[in-house]
Nanobody, 121 residues
Framework: QVQLVESGGGLVQTGESLTLSCEAS????????MAWFRQAPGKGREFVAI????????YVEVALKRRFTISRDRTKNTVYLQMNSLRPEDTAVYFC??????????????WGKGTLVTVSS
């Protein structure tokens, strides 16, 4: 019974940076990964980044890897998504998820409600 709460979304201008947080509670995480997905207006949900919880493996979607960074704080059960040089195309609802170490959303077992990031042009 994992509960995920995202925070940190908001309105920013093109070129600015923003860091999202996702705090997990209500479960154990020693054998899970935490991931970020996003859904832009009129688009389907797409993978953004993932991090292995007990280990150090990370992966960021290739189109984003030079601007986005995923990290986590095990003591706080929190994962972060640092987004730099934001563009209007990054506008989306960003979702946190817990599950297997996979880019497939079907591998995720728990989802947060999302936090909206809007990048103005």
């Amino acid at each position: 019974q994992v509960q995920l709460v995202e925070s940190g979304g908001g309105l920013v201008q093109t070129g600015e940076s923003l860091t999202l947080s996702c705090e997990a509670s209500g479960g154990t995480f020693s054998r899970t990964a935490m991931a970020w997905f996003r859904q832009a207006p009129g688009k389907g949900r797409e993978f953004v980044a993932i991090i292995e919880w007990p280990g150090d493996y990370k992966y960021v979607e290739v189109a984003l890897k030079r601007r986005f960074t995923i990290s986590r704080d095990r003591t706080k059960n929190t994962v972060y998504l640092q987004m730099n040089s934001l563009r209007p195309e990054d506008t989306a609802v960003y979702f946190c998820a817990v599950g297997s170490y996979t880019t497939n959303e079907s591998g995720m077992n728990y989802w947060g409600k999302g936090t909206l990031v809007t990048v103005s042009s």
